[in-house]
């Protein structure tokens, strides 16, 4: 599957290919429009009847061709879209798989150390390195507890990100997302917009920067809150958040990461709406079992 997806789908050239073959049919027919025209005397009746029905059948040929590009070309992208979403969740689930030998490796080394410090009877020592080390397990097992790998490597990899740029992220998960019909790659788009938005929001404050994520369900629902501490999202814009090609990223924003959520949770027959005061921004989503 690696293998697979190492390959890219090189799609410029294919449009680059396409639109070749349209110029060479379509200069062939003005070719032979023109080349009628400029004998038009010298044919008989008959004879410039069979090539009218000769040029009209190749026009219709062409039109027909032309429809079943577009159609091919929008496919291509959409699967394209696909793979690329499909290739970086598996990234995430690769370096999630990596953390995860990395720890259990280390593993004997941390207890050889602690049992030393215990033997030195440096107790204080000791404590100090257990919280560390402990903590640094504790960011990896937030993140495992649902059965999805995708989700669950999705979660880590932005808690790191988060970590980087100062941001106190806390993952909250009591649901395993069991029977979640949403495909993983699908969901993973939605969480991931909604947490680098949230992230983006708390740029510009200086301190005490908290984002929490929460996965949970109920009896006919599976749902998701994310939280965070940034400024109040003003009234006016609200109700815009989620029409395609709005932004309040100014040049850095593309106005399509609200908007494809909104479309990936109505379409699997969810919704998602927004909450916001001068203390907290929450965006909760549902999506029925």
Request: charged share 25%; with cysteine; hydrophobic share 40%.
């Amino acid at each position: 599957m690696k293998k697979r997806l190492n390959k890219n789908l090189n799609i410029n050239k294919t449009i680059i290919t396409i639109v070749m073959l349209n110029i060479i049919q379509l200069g062939s027919i003005i070719a032979i429009v023109l080349f009628k025209y400029s004998i038009k005397k010298q044919l008989v009746k008959e004879e410039n009847f069979k090539i009218n029905i000769f040029i009209y059948l190749i026009l219709s040929i062409v039109i027909l061709n032309g429809f079943i590009i577009v159609r091919d070309f929008y496919l291509l992208n959409k699967h394209n879209y696909r793979y690329d979403m499909m290739k970086k969740s598996l990234e995430q689930v690769e370096n999630l798989n990596k953390t995860l030998r990395a720890q259990r490796h280390d593993f004997m080394n941390h207890l050889q150390v602690v049992y030393s410090l215990m033997e030195l009877e440096e107790y204080n020592e000791a404590q100090g390195y257990i919280d560390k080390v402990f903590k640094d397990i504790q960011k990896v097992n937030k993140a495992l507890k649902t059965l999805n790998p995708a989700v669950n490597a999705l979660l880590q990899a932005k808690l790191l990100y988060a970590e980087k740029r100062g941001i106190n992220m806390e993952i909250v998960v009591t649901s395993q997302l069991k029977g979640l019909k949403i495909p993983s790659w699908e969901f993973c788009r939605v969480l991931g917009n909604m947490i680098d938005n949230s992230i983006f929001a708390l740029h510009e404050k200086d301190k005490n920067r908290l984002l929490q994520v929460e996965l949970y369900e109920d009896v006919k629902m599976y749902r998701f809150r994310i939280k965070n501490n940034g400024p109040e999202i003003p009234k006016d814009i609200r109700s815009k958040l989620f029409d395609v090609g709005f932004t309040t990223k100014g040049e850095r924003g593309e106005g399509m990461g609200l908007a494809i959520v909104k479309q990936i949770i109505t379409n699997y027959g969810g919704d998602i709406y927004l909450q916001s005061d001068e203390n907290v921004t929450v965006f909760e989503g549902w999506i029925k079992k």
